[in-house]
């Protein structure tokens, strides 16, 4: 992943934290960089704590495997080479591309979207005034942070949002170990906190989270993957404050809809549009559809990318600047939009349209269930059938106990044929559950 970006971005420098130096040795003679940085997580808390957390982090907690960069050189000696020279600035204007934001690579390989300095202070405008109703200038208020800042949302919501606005902010350096997770924010009265469903899920599912202190929590905001509805209701019942759901994408800088933070919400779905931001569902010829049916979501607005980096951009946009996001929704009767699912995860069983969202969000109703994923794979009959892989919650769960579930809440074409239990799910890097990983498993098995 670090070769693809490097080599596709043209990159002339890398600055690199020491823990994860032995990765970029690996590639470091197949990428095009001329400079290497290497800094240490201590370098900036001082001379007394930072050797110390330096001592520890290489040779107590062993963070720090041994590499290999010989032309490297230290972010301390860069600073002091620095300080001693004159900044020549550069002219720089609103269209120029501030960022490069690599897209997940979920449903293939990962693409540089092309966000320019326009695109980010329109974004940030315009989720200044959407954060509104959780923001108290007079008090220091503190965001929780569990996404990594190169993820989009981290990085414009947490990083420029909540820095502009003058937030604390608590980053949690590794959300996946939950018990710690948890340890870690009952430290502090948090007002604000992002994430992805599996977070959320994971959250009110630890025993000791009911014992936080929600007293100063303002609301939650799901984004990256649908907010089921089970941990929507389980999170308002622990915390007596609402989980909304976001929609955004790494091409639109990324927030395009949110549920209004006023108490207008509405679960099971993605809210509105932002401000200055139209959405619209089309079809695949590129006609605008009326209200209700069901499309490709497309978006227009000054936080959209002007396209990728080095690609071929045929087919990205329908005209006039429509971009096509590759979500397949809806608008409801309210002008609420719904995601249905992503338009390459659609399963075709017998003829019929199922998506794998749906069938998840059932699933995970179940009380005895943890996770969910559901995928399509190929069958000589229905052309392809669903299978659903399981995480339990209660290990007591079987086979028969879910199928008399799905046969009780859905139509019998989209209850799944297959089911595996499996003690996890395969995710990203920031916590979204990697449906392509299985589609690619069960391939293989089917070869």
């Known amino acids: 992943e670090m070769e693809h970006q490097f080599k596709d971005a043209g990159i002339s420098a890398i600055v690199i934290v020491s823990n994860f130096a032995h990765n970029l040795e690996q590639i470091k003679d197949k990428i095009p960089a001329k400079h290497i940085i290497v800094t240490d997580m201590g370098d900036m808390l001082g001379l007394v704590k930072g050797a110390i957390v330096n001592f520890v982090v290489k040779n107590i907690k062993k963070l720090v495997p041994a590499y290999s960069l010989p032309n490297a050189i230290s972010f301390k000696s860069v600073l002091a080479k620095g300080a001693s020279l004159q900044l020549a600035k550069p002219t720089i204007d609103v269209e120029d591309v501030a960022v490069l934001q690599y897209t997940g690579g979920t449903t293939g390989i990962s693409k540089g979207a092309q966000l320019s300095h326009r695109n980010i202070i329109a974004h940030n405008m315009m989720i200044s005034h959407w954060f509104g109703p959780l923001l108290n200038p007079s008090e220091q208020q503190i965001v929780i942070t569990a996404l990594p800042l190169y993820h989009i949302f981290a990085f414009s919501v947490n990083g420029v949002l909540m820095f502009h ?75 007596k404050s609402p989980l909304v759901e976001g929609y955004g994408l790494s091409e639109t800088s990324p927030v395009l809809c949110c549920n209004p933070l006023t108490g207008n919400h509405k679960r099971g779905t993605i809210g509105i549009p932002m401000p200055s931001t139209e959405v619209a569902i089309f079809d695949d010829e590129g006609n605008q559809l009326p209200q209700g049916e069901t499309g490709e979501i497309c978006a227009r607005g000054p936080q959209v990318m002007k396209g990728y980096w080095e690609k071929d951009n045929e ?94 809440n859905m139509t019998n074409y989209k209850v799944p044929k297959y089911f595996e239990f499996r003690t996890e799910l395969p995710k990203t890097n920031v916590g979204k559950i990697l449906r392509r990983t299985l589609k690619e498993e069960e391939a293989k098995k089917a070869a």
């Open 165 to 239: 606005k003058g937030l604390r902010n608590v980053l949690i350096t590794n959300p996946r170990d939950i018990p710690g997770f948890v340890k870690e924010i009952k430290k502090y009265q948090f007002a604000i906190i992002t994430g992805v469903n599996t977070l959320f899920n994971g959250l009110i599912n630890n025993p000791d989270f009911a014992s936080c202190d929600f007293s100063k929590l303002k609301g939650a905001v799901g984004g990256g993957m649908a907010v089921q509805d089970v941990v929507a209701i389980k999170w308002q019942e622990i915390t």
């Open 315 to 408: 087919g990205v946009f329908f005209s006039p600047n429509w971009f096509r996001t590759g979500d397949i929704g809806l608008m409801d009767t309210d002008g609420y939009f719904k995601i249905v699912d992503r338009k390459k995860d659609m399963i075709k069983v017998s003829g019929f349209n199922v998506f794998p969202n749906e069938i998840e969000n059932v699933l995970a109703g179940h009380p005895k269930v943890l996770e969910v994923a559901a995928i399509g794979v190929a069958d000589p009959k229905s052309g392809e059938v669903i299978k659903a892989f399981i995480v339990k919650k209660d290990q007591s769960l079987t086979e028969e106990e879910l199928k008399k579930f799905c046969y009780e």
